[in-house]
């Protein structure tokens, strides 16, 4: 299981050599959590564009970055984070009124597309637009702000999603990647790993006071079993 870090619960004015760090520890895919003040609950004020755009500067181009559009008009305004230098947008299927559409769009623009559901979500919400999308993010917090409880009892929705991907690479379809986000750390990161996720998202359990990015991450892929 590849670990993605969220920039979420770092130190703004130091966000530079923070990044820095994230890749001297052969991290190299980097997870932006958008929030617009407005569609998360607690109607929180993230970043936006134009710290992407600074971020894909200083990291260069073999970096992966994907965008968590916490938003209400990601239809709308994706352009503006494909302008940023994003590879993958993430929308809240919640929050998209004609997916099919913004899946063709986002492909059309040369990035990847893919789809993201909160906790109580149903997953046949994004199921019918699973054969064309790159990526299927499912929340194991509520979203809004770093350092909250994983919620175990998203097991079975992430347990659902694979069953689908594995049958439809088997049926000769696109190889769907599976990421969790909210919540992980060393100590569940084997159990999400167990079932099936492809890349977890780690905010606060890599960026935090208790010890380095590289710390940190030796930690998880000990739990993990990776070298
Ligand atoms: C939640 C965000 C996250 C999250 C990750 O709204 O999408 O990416 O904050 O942070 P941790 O790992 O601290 O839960
Ligand atoms: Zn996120």
């Given at each position: 299981m590849e670990i993605t870090p969220s920039i979420l619960t770092a130190d703004f004015t130091r966000l530079g050599e923070t990044l820095d760090d994230a890749l001297q520890a052969g991290i190299r895919w980097i997870h932006l959590d958008v929030m617009d003040?407005?569609?998360?609950v607690n109607r929180t004020i993230t970043f936006g564009p134009a710290l992407i755009r600074s971020i894909r500067d200083r990291l260069g181009d073999n970096i992966i970055l994907d965008c968590h559009l916490m938003i209400t008009n990601a239809e709308e305004t994706w352009p503006q984070y494909v302008d940023a230098g994003v590879n993958l947008v993430i929308a809240h299927i919640e929050a998209v009124k004609d997916p099919a559409t913004l899946i063709d769009s986002l492909h059309d623009a040369g990035v990847q597309a893919g789809f993201v559901l909160n906790p109580d979500t149903p997953v046949d919400t994004i199921l019918p637009y699973l054969q064309n999308l790159d990526l299927v993010l499912v929340m194991s917090v509520i979203p809004g702000k770093g350092g909250q409880s994983f919620m175990p009892e998203v097991e079975e929705k992430v347990r659902c999603f694979r069953t689908a991907i594995d049958q439809q690479i088997s049926d000769g379809g696109r190889h769907t990647r599976l990421m969790i986000d909210g919540g992980i750390k060393a100590h569940n990161a084997a159990q999400v790993a167990n079932w099936g996720v492809d890349i977890a998202v780690v905010g606060s359990g890599l960026i935090?006071?208790?010890?380095t990015i590289a710390e940190n991450l030796a930690e998880i892929h000990h739990e993990l079993g990776q070298a």
């Amino acid at each position: 299981m590849e670990i993605t870090p969220s920039i979420l619960t770092a130190d703004f004015t130091r966000l530079g050599e923070t990044l820095d760090d994230a890749l001297q520890a052969g991290i190299r895919w980097i997870h932006l959590d958008v929030m617009d003040g407005n569609w998360v609950v607690n109607r929180t004020i993230t970043f936006g564009p134009a710290l992407i755009r600074s971020i894909r500067d200083r990291l260069g181009d073999n970096i992966i970055l994907d965008c968590h559009l916490m938003i209400t008009n990601a239809e709308e305004t994706w352009p503006q984070y494909v302008d940023a230098g994003v590879n993958l947008v993430i929308a809240h299927i919640e929050a998209v009124k004609d997916p099919a559409t913004l899946i063709d769009s986002l492909h059309d623009a040369g990035v990847q597309a893919g789809f993201v559901l909160n906790p109580d979500t149903p997953v046949d919400t994004i199921l019918p637009y699973l054969q064309n999308l790159d990526l299927v993010l499912v929340m194991s917090v509520i979203p809004g702000k770093g350092g909250q409880s994983f919620m175990p009892e998203v097991e079975e929705k992430v347990r659902c999603f694979r069953t689908a991907i594995d049958q439809q690479i088997s049926d000769g379809g696109r190889h769907t990647r599976l990421m969790i986000d909210g919540g992980i750390k060393a100590h569940n990161a084997a159990q999400v790993a167990n079932w099936g996720v492809d890349i977890a998202v780690v905010g606060s359990g890599l960026i935090n006071h208790k010890g380095t990015i590289a710390e940190n991450l030796a930690e998880i892929h000990h739990e993990l079993g990776q070298a």
